[in-house]
Structure formats: C-alpha cells, structure tokens
C-alpha cells in the first residue's frame, strides 16, 4: 500500500518562471530574491505545476517532451516522466497530489501517478488534435484540456471517457482553469479573449455537459461570423458572431440557386461578442414575404464595415 501524500499547505509559496532558455527559476515571493534555477530541459519549458502540499514542482518542455518533477525546496531532479512523443504543453497536478495530468501536441492527455512516476492512462478524443492545456476540477474527478482546434474537451478520470467538446474561441485554446468551487470553468485563447462557462455539479463522478457561456472577457482581436446553431434546424436558428471594432451589421441568407431569400438588418453594433441568444442574429425560417422556406441547404453572408463571410446551414423538416 502506497503512502498517503501530505496536502497541508506551505505557509509561504515560492514564485516560479518558465523560459525559452531551458530553465525554471524560483523566486522568494516576499523578498523578490532569486533562490534557485533549475536547469535539465534540453528545450524551452512551457508550463509549470505545484503539487498542493507545494513541496514538488511538475514542468514540461518542448521537443524534448518530458515531465520533470523537482524538490521545491532544494531543486533537486526527483524523476523524469518520458511517454509523449511531441512537445509538452500543459501541466496538471490534480487536487489530492497523487496525479499529474500533462498535454501534448501528440494528441493525448497522460496521466502519471506522482509517486512512481508511473503511466496510468492516456487520454484521446477520436478526433486527434493538440493538446495545449489541462486542468482538474476541484474534486478531482475530471479534466479540462485546452485544444488546437479552439475548443475545450471534458474527461472523465476515473475511465478516461471524453465527456463534451463545447466550442466558443475563434483561434487555439491556450490555458483552462476551474475556479474553487467548481461551478465556472474559464478558457483563454489566442483570439484574445476569456469565456467563462457555467459548469454544472460535478459531484459522485457524474459530469453533466457545459450549460451555457456565461461572458467574454479581453477585446477581440478579429472580427468572424461563427456557425449558426443549431444545425440542422426547424424553423429556427441563431447565427453567432464577433466584431472587432464597432460597425453597421447585415446578414442576407440566400437559397442553393443563389436567390435572396431573406435579408435581417441588424444595424450598429459595438465591437463585441455575439454568441448566445440573447445577442446572437435570429431567424426564424421565414422568407422576405413571411413565407416559411421548405426544406434544404441555405447560405448566409455577413457583412460587417469592409468585412464579409458566408457560411452554410441546413432546414430539415
């Protein structure tokens, strides 16, 4: 039987840096001193990890693709973790120490048990993609990575069952975090922006999906008309969509022949972000002369200031 890991809090917890130049440095938080720099990488280190007790520290590298797990107090090189065949993204401890969770552009997710070392599981979604950020939930019983494709994914621990894939960035998925109580999940992205998702109950490993995005923080960086949801649709449809700068808005929605059939004059819109129902551009399946279209592929192009962009949806009745 494996001895239980002490989670008790350090009274003071160093600060710590990743670099391009191989290294991790330690700094004392209330002086600013530096104490140690901790050097084994054979590429630049990505992401950084305590454990919750803060006696170890977990970092990931590049094309060297390892875990490193160091004594915080006295930069001694404990182990290394080798299993990914690409770059090392993320990295995770999960709440109780025992697991570390680390992200990569191998398409996976490992998880390590702490203490040996040892690979329990790894994770893939069936489509592959990157993988560039992880984070446990606060009880533990799930993972929230950060992806290529701009979307989050939930995983289940205990199986390795990929639970939800909810989409809302326009560019890659750079970092997650659950915050303490577990109800909201945030996702940072390159696309300049911090969505935050209410997360239902988490408790007795039973994950429910992602109910709603609750807000956007950070200015856009471009403006994009995203896919319309849902889709297919019957009668009706929100059309998301993001504007980098204030500008006047159309949407004109056209049949497979290339015919206008409907055309929706949202107006001046302050830069933003347009994605749930309340904000979103609304059409309820009828055509210009109040006539509900019939089944089949349809085009709708937005137009917002010099920008423009067509997408494809579906009626199916």
């Known amino acids: 039987m494996g001895h239980e890991r002490c989670v008790q809090p350090r009274w003071t917890a160093p600060i710590v840096s990743a670099s391009a130049d191989e290294t991790t440095r330690i700094w004392d938080a209330d002086t600013g001193n530096h104490l140690r720099t901790l050097k084994r990488h054979t590429y630049g280190v990505n992401s950084l990890a305590f454990s919750p007790d803060g006696r170890e520290l977990a970092s990931s590298s590049g094309s060297d693709a390892t875990i490193q797990l160091w004594d915080a107090d006295t930069g001694k090189l404990l182990r290394t973790l ?50 560039f950020s992880v984070a446990f939930s606060p009880d533990g019983s799930t993972i929230a990575s950060g992806s290529l494709d701009n979307t989050i994914s939930l995983w289940e621990v205990d199986t390795g069952k990929h ?10 998925v750079s970092s997650v975090a659950f915050s303490p109580d577990g109800h909201t999940l945030a996702s940072g992205s390159w696309d300049g922006t911090v969505l935050l998702w209410e997360v239902a109950s988490l408790t007795n490993l039973v994950v429910k999906p992602l109910e709603r995005l609750i807000s956007t923080l950070g200015n856009i960086k471009r403006t994009a008309l995203l896919q319309n949801y849902p889709n297919p649709f019957n009668p009706e449809t929100w059309i998301p969509y993001q504007l980098a ?41 009828f055509n210009q002369i109040g006539e509900p279209v019939t089944s089949g592929a349809y085009f709708y192009q937005f137009r917002a200031g010099d920008y423009t962009a067509l997408r494809r949806m579906a009626i199916v009745k």
């Open 82 to 131: 080798t299993g990914h065949t690409s770059s090392v993204y993320g990295v995770a401890f999960s709440p109780n120490g025992r697991i570390i969770a680390s992200g990569s552009s191998d398409d996976t997710i490992q998880l390590w048990d702490a203490d040996a070392g040892e690979l329990l599981r790894t994770l893939t979604r069936p489509s592959a993609v990157s993988v």
């Open 163 to 172: 639970l939800r894939k909810p989409k809302g960035h326009t560019e890659k």
């Open 245 to 285: 700068k204030d500008a006047l808005v159309t949407l004109s929605i056209y049949d497979q022949s290339g015919h206008i059939v409907r055309t929706l004059d949202i107006g001046h819109q302050n830069s933003g972000v347009y994605r749930d129902k309340a904000s979103a551009a609304y059409w309820d399946g």
